[in-house]
């Protein structure tokens, strides 16, 4: 299966500052990459994705970045809100044996 | 569309009991997935499914059993519950096996105790 990682456990940001959530991955023939936001309470949501072949891609207030050298994963979120409290997780799209990594909890102060 | 639907949402089992876990999708998605969720943990892969009538292991399969007899439903069943399966379980589904997102259900919080 894939290994993927988180840099952080925990990333404390004020409202209104931006927040970049970091993922590392092992497997350099993985050409897709997803992000998901779980709430307390809640399953996973997709955020954004992005294939191998682009370096960037940006959504409503979220970037993700890619870089295939390093192979390191991020994630961008403009003027962070109370309501981006959560857990984030990567992953990389394959059809079997999903693994994410425990996650990045985002905690956002006022 | 309602997505991906699990019930029940909380269960609380006594060892050695049994119970199945519903998950249906009503996105005609091909494949599912059965993950647990450990407190401050990441997702592991219990089992996978690929289509009607076809289920693989994932990480984490000893002590669940499951079956795909329909595109819709992907239950998974507990024979012999036991105080470590105390978890959070999701459902999952997905259209194709790349370059598609998983849609998650809203989970199962189940105690063995």
């Known amino acids: 299966g894939e290994s993927v990682g988180l840099h952080l456990p925990t990333l404390s940001v004020q409202e209104g500052d931006n927040s970049i959530i970091n993922c590392a991955y092992s497997n350099s023939a993985s050409d897709y990459f997803i992000w998901y936001k779980q709430e307390s309470g809640k399953g996973p949501q997709f955020i954004i994705d992005i294939r191998s072949n682009m370096d960037k891609r940006q959504g409503q207030r979220v970037t993700v970045l890619l870089n295939k050298t390093v192979k390191h994963l991020s994630l961008q979120i403009a003027a962070t809100q109370p309501g981006d409290s959560a857990v984030y997780f990567c992953?990389?799209?394959?059809?079997?044996?999903?693994?994410f990594g425990t996650g990045t909890r985002l905690q956002v102060t006022l | 569309n309602a997505g991906v639907t699990q019930t029940p949402k909380f269960r609380i089992l006594k060892i050695g009991q049994s119970m199945t876990l519903q998950c249906t999708q009503d996105?005609?998605?091909?494949?599912m997935y059965w993950y647990r969720q450990d407190p401050g943990m990441g997702l592991k892969l219990i089992y996978y499914s690929v289509g009607a009538g076809i289920t693989d292991k994932g990480e984490v399969p000893n002590g669940y059993n499951v079956s795909r007899s329909t595109t819709e439903d992907f239950p998974l069943r507990l024979e012999l519950a036991a105080p470590s399966q105390t978890s959070v379980y999701f459902c999952?589904?997905?259209?194709?096996?790349?370059?598609?997102?998983?849609?998650f259900g809203n989970g199962t919080r189940l105690t063995v105790t």
């Open positions: 999952a589904s997905t259209y194709g096996p790349q370059a598609s997102p998983l849609h």
């Open positions: 996105m005609n998605h091909n494949y």
């Open positions: 992953d990389t799209g394959t059809a079997s044996k999903l693994t």
